[in-house]
């Protein structure tokens, strides 16, 4: 491996901690991260319910951790399984970034464009103060959207590279909305693997 970590990009958006790293694994490892992680994580469509309406995620997840803490967003609670191997591993190497121990994943797979997440924030309360979510993206790039609470001409977009890790911290999730779009493009599968702190 080389060290990717030694030249992350910086986002430098006000109120926001963000660093991306494009490369972090490299071909090879991510290529074999995503096969395993698609055959081997436990898969679910949950229903979610928004505005009175109750339809099906638009997306399937999953969610792992070294401990029994539940995770519940936007009316959803999941109950965690053991960490797998893979997932065990990649948490290790972000840690050696972070000097943090994160005890849970939230696993997201976007089986094509239409699957999506909308504007949101991860400001739940298991998260504590000024969270520290690290995402990482296996698969087809997507693109990834961020937009200031209050400052509504502060936008930005980034796309989301195969291999590549995602660092939010700080104030990110108090002032900032993000998402992942659909999109109208035949794109193949994305695994999205959000490691956190749930206390």
Not at 128 to 133: D, E, H, L, Q, Y
Not at 149 to 176: A, C, D, E, V
Request: with cysteine.
């Amino acid at each position: 491996m080389l060290f990717p970590e030694e030249h992350p990009i910086n986002l430098n958006l006000p109120d926001a901690d963000i660093l991306y790293y494009p490369s972090f694994f490299n071909t090879i490892e991510a290529n074999n991260f995503y096969n395993n992680l698609l055959q081997d994580i436990s898969w679910q469509q949950d229903s979610i319910t928004l505005f009175g309406k109750t339809h099906l995620q638009p997306r399937l997840t999953a969610l792992y951790a070294n401990n029994n803490n539940a995770y519940t967003y936007s009316g959803i609670t999941m109950y965690p399984k053991p960490f797998l191997p893979d997932l065990a591993t990649i948490k290790s190497r972000i840690e050696t970034l972070i000097p943090k121990e994160f005890t849970s994943c939230l696993c997201n797979l976007y089986r094509n464009g239409k699957d999506s997440n909308g504007w949101h924030t991860d400001n739940e309360k298991e998260l504590g103060k000024n969270p520290i979510i690290a995402s990482v993206s296996f698969g087809a790039e997507r693109a990834f959207h961020l937009k200031h609470k209050t400052t509504r001409n502060l936008k930005h977009k980034l796309i989301l590279h195969h291999g590549s890790l995602l660092i939010m911290k700080g104030g990110t999730q108090k002032h900032w909305l993000h998402q992942i779009p659909k999109t109208q493009k035949a794109i193949g599968k994305r695994i999205n693997l959000t490691f956190r702190i749930i206390y």
